[in-house]
């Protein structure tokens, strides 16, 4: 049997080596693995989480396929869609404004140009004027405008929008504080009675401290910030003056056995083998109507109106027909 080239390869570099060399090569490992788990090593985390930081992510995955495949991307979407359309759909007139554009630009599991038949203007905004760009080049009939801005300084004027999607935008920030930040400014673009629908990575899911642990290691292809529990997150829109309607947790499946068990049928290519996984995966959805929701969701969800404030003294309302004379 003729070794293969990379066998000679490895085969001439280590006859070559003498003892000291060995010595030196397993030193450099044992330090790799050493900066790696005792956190010395820290890849994930950015130096910045400002355009720079996402520009250079955008270039980096541009060059891979994306991580989601077509099937669990679409999963992705569609959760996030009937998330919107159960929630009310989209306002009958006035703007939409999303917060980020990664899917939109790279993904599978782009949201903005599906949205039913809108009337108003859509507004897709992300910080990397990159992701945005390739936003918009994906978007061939223009449904939506695309923006480059960063969600904690919004350059709106207060009350632009009717609805505010924001899909686990909120989530990447090296300081938490900025979560709180972010959402007071969406706050102050929403028009009184408009309403924000924002997703966070959950923090209650079973496996989120797997996904913390992955980020940790520098093994994701971006900076994950903390997740946070669905009180948590009810907490903070409530201390920006935004009244939360509702809460649920969305797409359920084990989302990292599925990136893994999704990408291992694809590579034996054995299509009942990837039916099956397609099908548990599509099952596993029925576990949003259990008690268990929070416990296997992989994004904690709310739904928050701004408050319409009443001129006649009634206080505040959340619809401006509340409001009575
Ligand atoms: C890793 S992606 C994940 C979000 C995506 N919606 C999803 O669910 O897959 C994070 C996105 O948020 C954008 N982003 C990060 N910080 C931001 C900020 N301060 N303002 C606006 N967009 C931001 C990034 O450029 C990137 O497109």
Same mark, same amino acid.
Request: with cysteine; aromatic share 10%.
């Given at each position: 049997?003729?070794?293969?080239?990379?066998?000679?390869?490895?085969?001439?570099?280590?006859?070559?080596?003498?003892?000291?060399?060995?010595?030196?090569?397993?030193?450099?490992?044992?330090?790799?693995?050493?900066?790696?788990?005792?956190?010395?090593?820290?890849?994930?985390?950015?130096?910045?989480?400002?355009?720079?930081?996402?520009?250079?992510?955008?270039?980096?995955?541009?060059?891979?396929? *994306?991580?989601?495949?077509?099937?669990?991307?679409?999963?992705?979407?569609?959760?996030?869609?009937?998330?919107?359309?159960?929630?009310?759909?989209?306002?009958?007139?006035?703007?939409?404004?999303?917060?980020?554009?990664?899917?939109?630009?790279? =993904?599978?599991?782009?949201?903005?140009?599906?949205?039913?038949?809108?009337?108003?203007?859509?507004?897709?905004?992300?910080?990397?004027?990159?992701?945005?760009?390739?936003?918009?080049?994906?978007?061939?009939?223009? *449904?939506?405008?695309?923006?480059?801005?960063?969600?904690?300084?919004?350059?709106?004027?207060?009350?632009?929008?009717?609805?505010?999607?924001?899909?686990?935008?909120?989530?990447?920030?090296?300081?938490?504080?900025?979560?709180?930040?972010?959402?007071?400014?969406?706050?102050?673009?929403?028009?009184?009675?408009?309403?924000?629908?924002?997703?966070?990575?959950?923090?209650?899911?079973?496996?989120?401290?797997?996904?913390?642990?992955?980020?940790?290691?520098?093994?994701?292809?971006?900076?994950?910030?903390?997740?946070?529990?669905?009180?948590?997150?009810?907490?903070?829109?409530?201390?920006? =003056?935004?009244?939360?309607?509702?809460?649920?947790?969305?797409?359920?499946?084990?989302?990292?056995?599925?990136?893994?068990?999704?990408?291992?049928?694809?590579?034996?290519?054995?299509?009942?083998?990837?039916?099956?996984?397609?099908?548990?995966?599509?099952?596993?959805?029925?576990?949003?109507?259990?008690?268990?929701?929070?416990?296997?969701?992989?994004?904690?969800?709310?739904?928050?109106?701004?408050?319409?404030?009443?001129?006649?003294?009634?206080?505040?309302?959340?619809?401006?027909?509340?409001?009575?004379?």
């Amino acid at each position: 049997m003729r070794p293969s080239e990379i066998e000679w390869y490895w085969y001439i570099k280590f006859h070559d080596m003498n003892e000291t060399h060995l010595k030196m090569v397993q030193i450099k490992i044992l330090t790799k693995i050493f900066k790696t788990f005792s956190g010395t090593k820290k890849r994930s985390v950015p130096p910045t989480d400002g355009p720079a930081y996402w520009n250079h992510v955008a270039r980096h995955m541009g060059l891979k396929s *994306h991580y989601l495949d077509p099937f669990l991307g679409e999963m992705k979407r569609q959760a996030h869609l009937s998330l919107v359309q159960r929630w009310g759909g989209l306002p009958v007139t006035g703007r939409v404004l999303k917060t980020d554009l990664f899917e939109e630009a790279m =993904g599978p599991d782009a949201l903005l140009t599906d949205l039913p038949n809108y009337g108003g203007m859509i507004l897709g905004m992300d910080v990397s004027a990159a992701i945005a760009i390739q936003a918009r080049r994906r978007d061939a009939d223009l *449904h939506a405008y695309y923006v480059a801005a960063d969600v904690r300084r919004l350059p709106f004027a207060n009350g632009t929008f009717s609805l505010i999607i924001s899909t686990s935008t909120l989530d990447h920030f090296r300081d938490p504080s900025d979560l709180n930040r972010s959402l007071r400014q969406l706050a102050r673009v929403l028009e009184p009675g408009g309403q924000l629908i924002v997703t966070l990575d959950n923090r209650q899911n079973l496996l989120d401290f797997l996904l913390r642990f992955i980020s940790r290691m520098g093994w994701l292809p971006y900076y994950t910030g903390r997740s946070y529990k669905v009180d948590e997150l009810c907490a903070e829109l409530e201390t920006v =003056g935004l009244v939360v309607k509702d809460t649920t947790a969305i797409l359920h499946n084990p989302r990292l056995m599925a990136v893994v068990a999704v990408s291992f049928t694809n590579k034996l290519r054995c299509r009942v083998l990837t039916t099956l996984v397609h099908r548990a995966l599509v099952a596993f959805q029925k576990m949003g109507k259990t008690r268990w929701r929070y416990r296997t969701g992989s994004f904690v969800a709310a739904r928050a109106v701004r408050p319409v404030m009443c001129v006649n003294g009634c206080g505040t309302a959340l619809d401006p027909t509340e409001c009575v004379a």
